[in-house]
């Protein structure tokens, strides 16, 4: 492997931002080192507990991937913020944003495309087989247990779409005890929130039921820039509201009966015309997940789910005519033998079922197209003194366009009991969405020679060295993917509309270091993570729409008294807004303060400034980001 990241360094950068990377990188240069001097105390992170990495349950220290868990205790040092403040602060992904967190949000991991990340909700797949996107406001992290970011293709575990890699939110469960949450709070843009929850067990009942609210006169959305057709000098705020809720039964020690229910609605303005200034345009999107499922223990060494879960994703503009509805359906049989000490094979049967209904479809189609995918698959969890194997292979048959094969191989060796040398290779594919077949931009089938879209295709290759040891870690890991018949928009002979269609004619290289570290300093917690990538096009060897060759973040923790601070750092690089690299996007760096102080044992304060010196940036050429914020906050957790 061959890493070229010279031209990089040499790119100009805003001093700014140059200033904030550089800073980043002389910390996280420095945090290994001082990690292997420091001594571990405090609890373990080594021994959580995820699902993400295998679908299996397995302790963080054994996964070889490259993996991030944001804990309870990192959610709430957030206070309430977003799930997409959380995922920025994760290494290896990039937040794009049309003006505020309630408007069409892309998700960049690793470089890979938004639609190359797979998104789970408790185990409920969440897609749009449009363009709208997942909404990240459809559960606000009062509610959210864990994240789990599992970096790098994952096809041969999860099948479609994993290309980059997999985000899973977990919420929370009931507990032994029965304990209510509550919080209200106000901050600058007339932002109002509140949500109210409730966990317990009673008998072989367990519940977790939680609602929120949040309202925001927000900030203009788009920029007065030369060529804008659609500012407009107003706010564009937004409104959600959700509620959620998890209740499990464990009918005795071997079965366990779960199910999950979820609904989230949010309404976000924005402008679409200055020739109609006195237009309320609306972006509607609401989202649904449920899920039943039952565990079960049949023996010491086997055990099984079974799950049947359904998604919906409806997305609508008012007083514009578009609207589209995703449904995805999911039948899965998935569990574990395990043969021996340290010798574990996973098995998995699995049925989606994709539906869309969208304005856009050809009229063959009266608004609705359908399609499904069966899929086998099998891995095989080893270790052996200091050497481990996990191996995936899968293969999933597409009632569109015929079966693809992916596999995944990663091996890990231990250097030392802290230090673990990995290195993996995977394949992955990602199935053209309903809309890109079947609407008005498609391929014209009526034309001779002109095929159907094909299936995406990735190839990766990664190595790694990891350090841990209790509470300090640090992680360096090399990649490089490669993805082919990448769907694009533009004009071609083939094409029904004559704006365009979509074709599988593009190739990318996605490659990249990645590092993240953090230690215990006295009674300062200090970590960060620092992406330097070369997502390229390989047909013109231009980088990637909106991609920065290096990000990182910097975060301080401390507490003093009643009083836990936080100061955390988000700096990125210059970007371009378009794939011929003619529109560049300034760098930028951003500082968030935030403190909570324990007025009880139950009630806390919470503040939180970001953006602390009100830098103006943007993400997506023509659209503002948020100003500088001040959150103030109460949130009351009795035991009951």
């Not at 575990?157 to 029965?178: E, L, N, P």
């Not at 503009?317 to 609207?323: C, G, I, Q, R, V």
């Not at 539906?355 to 891995?379: C, M, P, W, Y």
Request: proline letters at 4%; aromatic letters at 8%; one cysteine or more.
């Amino acid at each position: 492997m061959s890493f070229s990241f010279a031209r990089a360094a040499s790119l100009p950068a805003p001093t700014h931002a140059r200033t904030l990377l550089a800073l980043a990188a002389a910390t996280l240069a420095i945090l290994p080192h001082a990690a292997l001097a420091q001594g571990g105390a405090g609890p373990n992170k080594l021994g959580t507990v995820v699902v993400t990495a295998t679908r299996s349950p397995m302790k963080l220290s054994e996964v070889l991937a490259d993996f991030t868990v944001i804990t309870r205790e990192d959610i709430e040092r957030q206070a309430f913020g977003g799930i997409g403040d959380l995922l920025r602060n994760a290494g290896c992904v990039e937040m794009v944003r049309n003006g505020g967190p309630a408007l069409n949000t892309s998700l960049f991991l690793r470089g890979a495309d938004t639609r190359h990340t797979v998104v789970l909700i408790d185990g409920v797949r969440v897609d749009s087989q449009a363009s709208s996107g997942t909404s990240w406001l459809a559960i606000p992290i009062s509610q959210v247990e864990r994240v789990e970011v599992l970096k790098g293709p994952a096809s041969a575990i999860y099948g479609s779409d994993a290309v980059g890699g997999v985000v899973q939110i977990i919420t929370r469960k009931g507990g032994s005890k029965t304990q209510a949450d509550l919080g209200l709070g106000f901050g600058s843009l007339g932002t109002r929130k509140a949500d109210a929850g409730i966990t317990g067990t009673a008998g072989i009942i367990d519940y977790a039921l939680s609602g929120a609210v949040e309202r925001s006169d927000g900030f203009n959305a788009t920029l007065d820039l030369p060529g804008s057709f659609s500012y407009v000098p107003d706010r564009d705020g937004w409104r959600s509201h959700n509620v959620k809720f998890r209740v499990g039964a464990q009918l005795n020690a071997e079965h366990r009966l779960e199910a999950i229910a979820l609904k989230s609605h949010a309404d976000a303005q924005y402008d679409s015309s200055k020739s109609k200034p006195l237009n309320d345009d609306h972006s509607i999107q609401d989202t649904e997940a449920k899920q039943l499922s039952w565990s079960a223990q049949w023996l010491p060494a086997l055990q099984t789910q079974t799950s049947l879960g359904e998604s919906s994703e409806r997305y609508e503009t008012k007083p514009s005519p578009y609207l589209t509805k995703t449904r995805i359906r999911n039948l899965a049989l998935n569990g574990s033998y395990e043969f021996a000490k340290n010798r574990q094979l996973n098995f998995i049967l699995e049925r989606r079922e994709d539906r869309l209904e969208n304005t856009g479809l050809v009229a063959s189609l009266h608004g609705e197209d359908q399609r499904h995918q069966n899929a086998a698959a099998l891995g095989w969890l080893m270790s052996e003194g200091a050497f481990s194997l996990q191996a995936h292979a899968r293969h999933d048959q597409d009632s569109q366009f015929g079966g693809v094969n992916t596999g995944t191989l990663a091996l890990g060796w231990l250097l030392a009991p802290t230090l673990r040398v990995v290195g993996s290779a995977g394949t992955a594919f990602r199935a053209p969405s309903l809309y890109q077949r079947g609407s008005v931009y498609g391929p014209d089938l009526g034309k001779p020679g002109v095929k159907p879209l094909e299936a995406e295709h990735g190839r990766n290759i990664e190595f790694g060295l990891k350090y841990n040891e209790s509470l300090n870690e640090a992680s360096i890991t090399a990649y490089r993917n490669h993805v082919k018949d990448l769907i694009v928009f533009g004009a071609a002979g083939s094409c029904q509309s004559a704006f365009g269609c979509y074709a599988n004619v593009s190739k990318a290289r996605l490659q990249g270091v990645s590092l993240a570290a953090g230690t215990q300093l006295g009674p300062v917690r200090l970590s960060g993570t620092l992406d330097l990538q070369a997502p390229k096009d390989k047909s013109t060897d231009k980088l990637l729409a909106r991609r920065a060759r290096e990000y990182g973040t910097l975060r301080a923790d401390t507490t003093l008294g009643a009083w836990a601070l936080g100061a955390a750092l988000q700096a990125s690089g210059k970007r371009y807004d378009d794939a011929a690299n003619t529109k560049p996007l300034a760098g930028y760096g951003l500082i968030n303060l935030d403190a909570q102080y324990k007025l009880s044992n139950e009630l806390r304060l919470q503040l939180n400034l970001d953006n602390a010196f009100n830098r103006a940036y943007q993400t997506a050429g023509g659209f503002a980001q948020a100003p500088r914020t001040l959150f103030v906050g109460l949130r009351y957790s009795p035991t009951l």
